[in-house]
């Protein structure tokens, strides 16, 4: 049995989020196999035992498929190794965007996603700033969903209300952003009417709130295409904004995103490790901030069944 009963199991998506949460959890990654036969289909092996463990599997699912396969695999290898229970640590929980049937014909991706995640046996999903709280509902199993709040709030401090506007760059983002604004000092809140002409394409239609030589801090859950925030900040600076910053749970960068943002009129770029990439990135304005302390304690408040709730700020 590993230390404490707790087994700590990744993915390849989340390699070096699991390694710093295991430090902090002071609990070794248990050896898991994830790899691909020739042809490309994932193949994956606890290469230990797990029999009776609280087993936490540590994946996000952004793109590819192969992510969310890995972590369908890795649960399923852990039901059939009879874990005691098993909690899937999605950092970043994809899919999420097609979360209603807002269209003709179209699927709800995230419904579909939460029902494959519990038909492999999972018994509870431990998230970051799901891209709708009610998401949540889609699963019958208990759903942790965690808000990077602390981790802002360690970065940012407190900020002066005299100065500082947070802005949401869409209604959705309002809720989140007046929770943030709270906490970094009571700060007002500027919200942007922001308009999708087709998926990606964002337009500012109206900015409603005092932005004139104020200092701003855009704060959305998700960097994408970086398309919302790049003509967030561009409207922003035409109205008169002193300094701009932002602040996203999840940075996705697909497209040119930071080639985008490099040149955005935008003073620093604030995201977390919740998605890992690849490639380096080549942005002195990015700062880059670890969830991996909040995960790692509330897996420890998971598994001794502690209230998670004191970590809901
Ligand atoms: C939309 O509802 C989300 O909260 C983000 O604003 C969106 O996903 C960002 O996408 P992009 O960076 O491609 O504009």
């Known amino acids: 049995m590993k230390k ?3 087994t700590l199991i990744h993915g390849n998506a989340s390699a070096n989020l699991a390694e710093e949460i295991s430090r902090h959890l002071n609990i070794p990654l248990t050896d898991v196999l994830v790899t691909k036969f020739k042809d490309g289909e994932i193949r994956v092996q606890i290469k230990e035992n797990i ?3 609280d087993v936490f599997i540590i994946q996000s699912t952004n793109p590819p498929a192969d992510n969310l396969l890995e972590l369908l695999f890795l649960a399923d290898a852990a039901k059939r190794a009879s874990a005691k229970r098993i909690t899937a640590v999605i950092p970043y929980f994809g899919y999420a965007r097609q979360d209603r049937k807002d269209q003709p014909r179209v699927p709800i991706s995230a419904k579909v996603v939460a029902d494959l995640i519990e038909a492999v046996g999972v018994d509870r999903v431990l998230t970051l700033d799901l891209h709708a709280d009610q998401i949540q509902g889609f699963f019958d199993v208990p759903v942790d969903n965690l808000f990077v709040t602390p981790v802002m709030k360690e970065y940012f401090g407190e900020l002066d209300a005299k100065e500082w506007t947070v802005v949401a760059p869409d209604v959705g983002a309002t809720k989140r952003a007046r929770a943030i604004a709270r906490k970094l000092g009571n700060l007002p809140l500027a919200l942007i009417d922001k308009r999708r002409p087709e998926p990606n394409v964002a337009e500012v239609l109206h900015v409603i709130g005092n932005v004139e030589n104020k200092r701003l801090l855009i704060l959305d859950d998700i960097i994408d295409t970086g398309n919302t925030i790049v003509v967030a900040a561009q409207k922003l600076k035409e109205l008169g904004a002193l300094e701009i910053k932002v602040a996203a749970a999840h940075a996705l960068f697909s497209d040119n995103a930071e080639e985008k943002l ?8 604030v995201i977390t490790n919740s998605i890992e990439h690849k490639r380096k990135f080549n942005m002195k ?7 991996a302390p909040l995960l790692a304690e509330a897996i420890r408040r998971i598994h001794e069944e502690e209230s998670v709730s004191a970590l809901f700020i």
């Open 285 to 291: 304005k990015l700062k880059i901030l670890s969830v």
């Open 4 to 6: 404490k009963g707790i």
């Open 51 to 53: 029999r009776g463990s």
């Open 262 to 269: 490099c040149k955005a009129p935008l003073d620093e770029v």
